[in-house]
């Protein structure tokens, strides 16, 4: 019985302690557009690894692409010049929404029904499409040699369930053994390099800043248009309306492209 | 978190999900013992290598324990996983798993072994060799079994610690229950507070009777000890 309890109270703590952990979400709806302007600063989680979405520069500590020049111009029509950048990986970019540590995301998000479910998404500022990145010699030409080969992808994309889609209509079966996750991009890339992995797969425009000399994008291969949103805290609808004005006005009047070409990425794919 | 946690819908998700969860629990158990038994093995001898009298088994024991206990698991990990095909050596996950948290644990393991061995008097290894003991007759049947008391905690300690660091694995997509709780928080419905939660219970449920266990074995043996006192006691107040 002594035994029991103590059991029942060391669960009951468990569970205390994962309330105390997520404090946050439940006490707060976020912050609206008026309060962020009073604060003054605009907080966004971007990318850090993408070069042309979200690439932080080590030397300087200071960040460019789409996403950067985005956020930027948002925390203008705020009436706001300060932006603090929160890097965030797929893993983490949800939670640190939902805990209130940044407004919203801008981090090659893409939007997913399920994902609809817990955030709110705008229309899509960039649509992408997800390819594969192979070694030179490694004699992969299209998703039919897949079957029995591994393929790297980030934790938390959406590339696998797409690529598996994409494999299906080609009647390739992929099955979880042939996905390995890895947290960051630069690890798939060191799996890629080492042979732990047979291919790289994840978005296109993502996949542009790995190649060299001894590997090269399936260029037949771009399956699954990945739309890019900015994500924001699912019950604060007031800042999600706001965002969603300001994106779809930007690409109405062509800032959106503008951007997208300043900062050397090829159009947003186009779907057959 | 919370949030999550308290929508029945995700529950449901994560319910079919289930066998993913099952098979990736096994895994863990699976590296955890085999790692476990690569621990204990490697933590005895070098823990003995580390009190004996030659002083290059002592230096040998020395650089290993200096080695992995310096330098981070992950690197470790890093390294076989990543480097170590460039030299034509590619070893599964698992294997990684076990071998690289055997050893990191071992060298903790080691550091308690030789700790408890110096803390058993000096007279009882004077006593075993004019016995006629051999070196290891005197370790095996004399010093390790009275050293057992005293290491216990520590060893438990390092020992639930390898349970946990098993999640190292997740870096390298091992298809642990970490990676299987991360692969699920972060995928389709994105549902992370039933994914953790779980989880954290499965590791609970695995670290938890160990600490109980350990916990009862050593009272266990104090208690002989105490009865063994008595017994001398008596015996002393006989003999006055």
Redesign the interface.
């Known amino acids: 019985m002594k ?1 029991l309890l103590a ?1 029942l109270l ?2 009951t703590m ?2 205390a302690l ?2 105390c ?3 946050d ?2 006490a707060s709806t976020g912050r609206t557009p008026g309060d962020i302007a009073a604060d003054g600063v605009l907080k966004v989680g971007v990318k850090t690894d993408v070069p042309g979405f979200g690439l932080l520069d080590t030397v300087d500590n200071t960040y460019s692409g789409i996403e950067i020049d985005l956020s930027y111009k948002i925390a203008e029509e705020l009436g706001i010049d300060k932006v603090e950048f929160t890097p965030v990986t ?2 983490t970019r ?2 640190l929404l ?1 805990s209130g540590d940044i407004d919203m995301v801008a981090a090659t998000f893409t939007i997913t029904d ?2 609809k ?2 955030w709110n998404f705008t229309t899509p500022y960039y649509i992408d499409a997800v390819s594969l990145l192979v070694k030179k010699d490694s004699g992969i030409e299209g998703i039919a040699d897949l079957a029995d080969k591994v393929i ?1 992808v980030s ?2 994309s959406t590339s ?2 797409a690529l598996i889609a994409a494999a299906a209509d080609q009647e390739v079966t992929l099955t ?1 053994d042939n ?5 960051t991009y630069p ?1 798939i890339k ?2 890629l ?4 992995v047979d291919a790289f797969c994840v978005d296109g425009s993502i996949l542009a800043g790995y190649v060299d000399d001894t590997n090269h994008i399936l260029e037949s291969v771009r399956f699954s248009p990945q739309e890019y949103g900015l994500a924001t805290k699912k019950d604060n609808t007031e800042w999600a309306e706001y965002l969603e004005n300001l994106i779809t006005g930007w690409l109405e009047d062509g800032t959106i492209a503008q951007i997208v070409a300043d900062n050397g990425v090829v159009a947003s794919f186009e779907a057959e | 978190m919370i949030k999550q946690i308290s929508e029945l819908w995700r529950w449901q998700v994560l319910w079919a999900d289930w066998p993913k969860f099952a098979v990736a629990f096994l895994k863990t158990l699976e590296i955890a013992f085999f790692a476990l038994a690569l621990a204990l093995c490697l933590g005895v001898i070098f823990g003995l290598m580390s009190t004996s009298h030659n002083r290059l088994l002592r230096g040998i024991a020395r650089v290993y324990v200096e080695f992995f206990q310096n330098t981070p698991l992950a690197i470790q990990v890093f390294f076989v996983f990543f480097a170590l095909p460039y030299a034509g050596i590619t070893l599964s996950k698992v294997t990684i798993g076990i071998l690289c948290v055997g050893t990191y644990t071992g060298a903790y393991m080691s550091e308690a072994v030789r700790a408890g061995i110096g803390s058993i008097p000096k007279g009882q290894f004077e006593a075993a060799q004019s016995q006629g003991f051999t070196y290891i007759q005197t370790m095996a049947l004399i010093i390790l079994p009275q050293t057992i008391k005293i290491i216990l905690p520590p060893m438990v300690n390092q020992m639930v610690n390898l349970v946990k660091n098993t999640s190292i694995v997740t870096m390298i997509a091992g298809g642990d229950l970490m990676y299987r709780a991360n692969a699920f928080a972060t995928n389709g419905t994105m549902s992370y507070g039933p994914s953790y939660l779980v989880c954290g219970i499965l590791y609970f449920i695995l670290c938890f009777p160990l600490t109980r266990w350990a916990r009862r074995y050593e009272d266990r043996l104090k208690q002989r000890d105490v009865q063994t006192n008595l017994e001398i006691e008596k015996m002393e107040e006989e003999l006055v």
């Open positions: 035994k059991l060391s669960v468990l569970f994962a309330a952990g997520g404090g979400d439940s797929a893993a949800g939670q939902d399920e994902r479910q817990s790297g934790t938390g696998m369930q979880d996905f390995s996750e890895f947290a690890e060191a799996a390099d080492s042979g732990r």
